[in-house]
């Protein structure tokens, strides 16, 4: 079995308390950092580690933190983006629930290295539960002395709340994030201005994933080059897949990128392989806005190597015959799914949670949404195939945030792998439109 | 995104609420996590405080009170409120299930749980009450818990699994049981 950084002690008994986290090593990262570097040196370890993003985009951590401006005499800030509300991931919420103590050592660390004095974690609505976990865990942060005034005799002070969204996906997009913390409606702002110059308040901000946050905490603790050599090339370190769909043990798996995606499905150290006995159909590899993938393409790329679990490899082939890491969240199909089905209900998601500012989103994914219905419920024409192509083409690259491409993506994807499929439920429409109808076909390889 | 002002319905609320002494330190608490001109910082979460409150929904009223207690004007709260979908603008049964119908849950039976529901509570999903008053039904965007779906969340409680007969059950006995609503965390606060 791999390392573990992030989840080693997830199970310790006790181990959202300060007392057994600190036991088990917690906040050693947060005394190095404040007792022994300065704050550009704890940015420089983690651009040696090449950690990327774990919300999604996979940029670089560190860069992202050197672009941070640093005006003379106005406060800078660091939030922690606790939205995951895309369909697929689930991972960011085991890890604040179970660990809550390891997210606040790392907004402790990284906000000391971004120079930021108040801090903010801002976590779905409806996840209630585990603000108040995160909550109970800074008041004992406080009184320990690791946050407030001058912690640890550094002279360095930190403020850190948890700020609670409302239920909007949208709000996960950085800056309809700032704009929710701002008490506003969760519409995502023109860029630029980019929030490392002008984020929250109008102020210097770094927006990053939970993940992120946690994972300079071990880069920290045993360096940067010790973290970048976990992994495969320029996909480093650990990164934790939440798996769900039909598989035999759905659940949150911290793993050493590079594992090949074939191992990850069937081994029992992973997810155990399909269930019911049943063959896997498809995968949707980084959580919903990801192009899904045929089993024989998620399992080998199209030049017949192995796929593996990696920023690379996943895309290999681009769209045509490649997917993305996105933000780890693995959905497995099973040979009974109707891959038409599957897809109305993620463009009834993106159209049910676009903002609405941008025509060609807001109208774009109805539009899918409702060809997407009438071909599922046996009303669909044939040129509704390649109407669902064109709408998901006009969204892409016209639109303030990606959250029109999020939802054109997965349309295309599922038309150029599952072309039949679609075309059956015109031809079949009556035998397609029955609850739990299973197209008899195989799937297009590109 | 639920938008539309004229579906909310005249509320039967009393004529002026207010909030109790612990929710008003809990909101003064909640004011200090922001600079102290940027108070409207604080309004989901004194939304979020203020439908536990009064009755699981915020009625024009209450979002009259949010606004005074923040200094904002009213239409600040209700572009607000009406943007989110956790805020219920109409009048709701004691305890509202969530059924989370995002693909995830759909492929491990997030439709045959609503069905089934519909029938245990005689409720229709939409938003309507069950006649007995207890359950109003919802459905939601994914919840953050694919992985142990399907999924219904009530108030701040998840109940995963739902994919049995029993488990259901189970959650409708609990439910069911509740005689008074949960003590709030902010009351719990006040009492110790
Ligand atoms: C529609 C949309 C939803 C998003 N949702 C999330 C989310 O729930 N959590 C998250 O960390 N990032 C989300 N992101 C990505 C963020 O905008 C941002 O890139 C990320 O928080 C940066 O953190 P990272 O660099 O640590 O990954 C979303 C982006 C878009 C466009
Ligand atoms: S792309 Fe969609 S979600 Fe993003 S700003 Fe435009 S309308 Fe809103
Ligand atoms: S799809 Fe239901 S919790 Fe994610």
């Known amino acids: ?446 | 995104m639920p938008l539309n002002l004229i579906d909310m319905e005249p509320t039967n609320a009393p004529a002026k609420p207010q909030f109790s002494a612990a929710a008003q330190d809990e909101i003064k608490r909640i004011i200090t996590h922001y600079p102290e001109d940027r108070k409207k910082s604080a309004l989901l979460p004194v939304l979020h405080i203020a439908q536990a409150e009064f009755g699981g929904w915020v009625s024009p009223e209450v979002q009259t009170l949010v606004a005074e207690t923040l200094d904002l004007k009213p239409i600040e709260v209700y572009e607000v409120a009406t943007f989110y979908t956790m805020f219920n603008l109409k009048p709701v049964g004691k305890h509202v299930l969530e059924i989370c119908r995002t693909g995830p849950c759909m492929l491990r039976g997030s439709d045959e749980l609503t069905a089934h529901l519909e029938r245990l509570t005689g409720a229709r999903v939409g938003g309507e009450t069950s006649p007995d008053g207890l359950f109003t039904l919802k459905e939601v965007e994914c919840l953050a818990a694919c992985g142990f779906a399907p999924i219904v969340q009530v108030r701040e409680k998840y109940y995963e699994q739902l994919d049995t007969p029993e488990n259901v059950d189970a959650m409708l006995t609990e439910l069911r049981n509740m005689v008074h609503r949960p003590i709030l965390p902010w009351e719990a606060l006040a009492q110790n």
């Open chain 1, 1 to 446: 079995m791999g390392r573990k950084l992030l989840t080693e002690h997830i199970n310790v008994e006790g181990i959202d308390t300060f007392e057994v986290y600190r036991k088990h090593g917690g906040y050693r990262s947060v005394e190095k950092a404040l007792k022994t570097m300065t704050p550009d040196e704890v940015v420089e370890e983690v651009k040696k580690s090449g950690l990327r993003g774990r919300g999604g985009a996979g940029f670089p951590t560190g860069l992202k933190w050197s672009f941070l401006a640093k005006p003379e005499g106005v406060p800078r800030h660091l939030v922690c983006n606790a939205d995951e509300s895309e369909p697929g991931t689930f991972k960011d919420r085991q890890l604040m629930s179970k660990l809550p103590h390891l997210l606040i050592e790392g907004m402790i660390t990284s906000s000391y290295a971004l120079g930021a004095n108040t801090s903010y974690i801002y976590i779905r609505g409806e996840l209630l539960y585990v603000l108040r976990i995160l909550e109970k865990a800074i008041s004992e942060a406080y009184a320990n002395g690791f946050l407030g005034k001058n912690i640890l005799g550094s002279g360095y002070d930190l403020d850190l709340h948890v700020h609670p969204g409302g239920g909007a996906y949208i709000c996960g997009e950085e800056t309809a994030l700032l704009e929710s913390l701002e008490g506003k409606r969760g519409n995502p702002r023109n860029k630029p201005p980019f929030p490392a110059v002008q984020g929250l308040y109008a102020r210097p901000t770094v927006v990053n994933n939970v993940e992120s946050i946690a994972a300079v905490v071990p880069i920290i603790n045993d360096g940067g080059d010790e973290y970048a050599k976990l992994g495969v090339g320029k996909s480093t370190g650990t990164k934790l897949f939440s798996a769900c769909g039909h598989l035999n043990k759905p659940g949150i798996y911290e793993i050493e990128l590079g594992v090949p995606v074939e191992e990850f499905i069937y081994s029992d150290e992973y997810c155990g392989g399909i269930w019911k006995g049943r063959e896997l159909k498809a995968v949707v590899a980084g959580g919903s806005s990801v192009p899904i993938l045929p089993k024989e393409l998620i399992l080998k790329t199209a030049a017949g190597e192995d796929r593996l679990m990696t920023y690379e490899s996943l895309s290999d082939g681009g769209f045509v015959t490649g997917t993305m890491l996105g933000s780890g969240g693995f959905i497995a199909m099973d040979e009974t799914t109707c891959i038409v089905r599957n897809t109305w209900s993620f463009s009834r998601f993106y159209h049910h949670e676009s903002c609405g500012q941008c025509s060609p989103c807001r109208e774009g994914t109805g539009w899918m949404e409702k060809v997407l219905h009438r071909l599922e419920h046996g009303h669909g024409h044939m040129e509704d195939i390649d109407l669902l192509v064109s709408v998901a083409k006009q969204i892409e690259g016209n639109t303030i945030c990606p959250l029109g491409e999020a939802a054109a993506w997965p349309v295309a994807a599922a038309v150029r792998h599952f072309r039949d499929e679609f075309e059956w439920h015109v031809t079949h429409a009556k035998e397609a439109a029955r609850p739990g109808a299973v197209y008899p076909g195989k799937a297009v390889l590109a």
